[in-house]
């Protein structure tokens, strides 16, 4: 195989514009950007670039689940740049290019363990029935002022004239101007790395935000939402804020979640969820029963920790159940209300700490499942059903529980692949025995003094 080199127009503003060297980055299954920079001219020449396989399955706390996949055999993967994705980094001080890469494995084939290559799989599936998904995520996240000790809770970051948000701030434009210089870096960082941001918003908690991606590929768009989480704890970081996006930063406050919008269209770029009278489709149907059968199957993989459970409370809009209903915000499954051509599902459940071609990649996954075996959904839910008992099924409530049902279905392995399944959920089992092995302050504050 010919080693990709950039065109002769990247390979111009490279050496134009004095960049150094070149990021060939991937995101590990946290989501996290790992790879190695390599010298501006060799990328040119089109070196080729290898890295250690089973860098892509390194957990949250830096250990590799277990020997089978690091340590006796430790085989390397190639990084093969997808040139289309070539841009600047907008927080480097000297001039710096980034591209996404793909890890192939020696035999040519994408490596299964990376996430990228998951979606990739997904995506195949639907591009063999000649259909394309469309999706938009959103994103929340949360500010708040720097700090080093993991102990204490997280602070708001202090407001023009030493304010500090009390709450009454969402949906004002009064801190957008308070953070003015952080947002303008976020906007041209967006403009740099190619990123169609749509609406922004100061969301219903204290230094909460959410910004909207615009709707498209999906593979373009995980790229994008992979970058922007980047580009948001970096440019954070540079003014002095610290940028969360954990599910659940504040006891008692909203979570953060990454809403993700889909529909699909076939090769004339009709929407298949809708019938040309404009009702909603078998497929539409079929699409939707795909949802509710295999999420909770797959909620590892778009609620990746202990702590995206937390934000399954009731009463704070965060979806508590996998029923679906149209323009309802009590449901895991929102039909938004629409024409006819963008008659799509926003699948509520994945929070913002999850790794964006993952949670892309299950949500598509289980949706196309239900159209290929044509599954039938349960009836609309109507009005507030955050406390009513439904015919739904029901949703793992903790990542000890949504581990087990990953082990006792297929769905993981079935799009993703034997060796992707077990070594995800190897991965997450290290994360748990970590988080279980700590102390909390709860235990330290109410146990202590017990006789
Ligand atoms: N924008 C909203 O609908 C709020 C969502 C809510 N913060 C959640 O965690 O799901």
């Known amino acids: 195989m010919q080693h990709p080199v950039p065109s002769a127009e990247q390979a111009q503003w490279l050496s134009a514009s004095g960049v150094r060297d070149v990021e060939l980055a991937f995101a590990d299954v946290t989501g996290f950007a790992r790879g190695k920079t390599l010298p501006s001219k060799a990328f040119i020449q089109g070196q080729p670039l290898r890295i250690a396989r089973a860098v892509a399955i390194q957990s949250c706390i830096g250990e590799f689940p277990d020997y089978r996949y690091y340590g006796e055999n430790d085989p390397d993967v190639l990084l093969l740049p997808d040139m289309s994705t070539l841009r600047p980094v907008p927080w480097a001080n000297t001039p710096r290019a980034l591209v996404l890469c793909d890890n192939v494995d020696h035999d040519g084939s994408l490596s299964p363990l990376a996430p990228r290559s998951a979606l990739k799989a997904v995506l195949a599936r639907y591009a063999a029935r000649g259909w394309t998904p469309v999706v938009a995520p959103e994103l929340e996240f949360y500010l708040f002022a720097p700090d080093a000790d993991a102990d204490a809770p997280f602070q708001n970051p202090a407001l023009r004239g030493g304010r500090r948000e009390q709450g009454f701030d969402s949906f004002s434009f009064s801190t957008l101007n308070d953070h003015e210089a952080f947002f303008d870096d976020i906007y041209r960082g967006c403009e740099q790395l190619g990123i169609h941001t749509d609406t922004w918003v100061h969301e219903m908690g204290p230094s909460q935000f959410e910004i909207n991606l615009k709707?498209?590929?999906?593979?373009?768009?995980?790229?994008?939402?992979?970058?922007?989480?980047?580009?948001?704890?970096?440019?954070?970081?540079?003014?002095?804020?610290?940028?969360?996006?954990?599910?659940?930063?504040?006891?008692?406050?909203?979570?953060?979640?990454?809403?993700i919008h889909q529909s699909v269209v076939d090769g004339n770029g009709r929407n298949v969820f809708s019938q040309p009278n404009g009702e909603g489709s078998h497929a539409f149907l079929h699409y939707l029963a795909g949802l509710q059968r295999y999420l909770p199957q797959l909620m590892p993989l778009y609620c990746p920790s202990p702590n995206s459970f937390r934000r399954f409370v009731k009463g704070l809009a965060a979806p508590v159940n996998l029923s679906w209903g149209i323009d309802?915000?009590?449901?895991?499954?929102?039909?938004?209300?629409?024409?006819?051509?963008?008659?799509?599902?926003?699948?509520?459940?994945?929070?913002?700490?999850?790794?964006?071609?993952?949670?892309?990649?299950?949500?598509?996954?289980?949706?196309?499942?239900?159209?290929?075996?044509?599954?039938?959904?349960?009836?609309?839910a109507e009005g507030n059903v955050f406390?009513?008992?439904?015919?739904?099924?029901?949703?793992?409530?903790?990542?000890?529980?949504?581990?087990?049902?990953?082990?006792?279905?297929?769905?993981?392995?079935?799009?993703?692949?034997?060796?992707?399944?077990?070594?995800?959920?190897?991965?997450?089992?290290?994360?748990?025995?970590?988080?279980?092995?700590?102390i909390s302050a709860w235990e330290r504050r109410y146990l202590a003094t017990l006789a």
């Open 387 to 438: 406390n009513q008992q439904l015919d739904a099924p029901e949703l793992p409530a903790t990542l000890e529980a949504a581990l087990a049902a990953l082990r006792g279905g297929d769905a993981c392995s079935r799009l993703f692949g034997a060796e992707f399944a077990a070594a995800y959920a190897a991965v997450k089992e290290v994360e748990l025995a970590s988080f279980q092995g700590e």
């Open 215 to 259: 709707h498209g590929d999906a593979l373009a768009l995980a790229d994008q939402t992979f970058l922007f989480k980047t580009l948001l704890k970096e440019t954070g970081l540079r003014h002095g804020l610290r940028v969360v996006c954990m599910a659940k930063p504040l006891a008692g406050q909203p979570g953060s979640s990454m809403h």
């Open 328 to 380: 309802n915000r009590s449901v895991g499954l929102r039909v938004p209300v629409s024409g006819p051509e963008a008659r799509r599902v926003e699948n509520r459940l994945p929070g913002c700490d999850a790794n964006p071609y993952l949670a892309l990649a299950a949500s598509l996954g289980a949706g196309l499942l239900g159209v290929e075996e044509e599954l039938q959904p349960t009836a609309a």
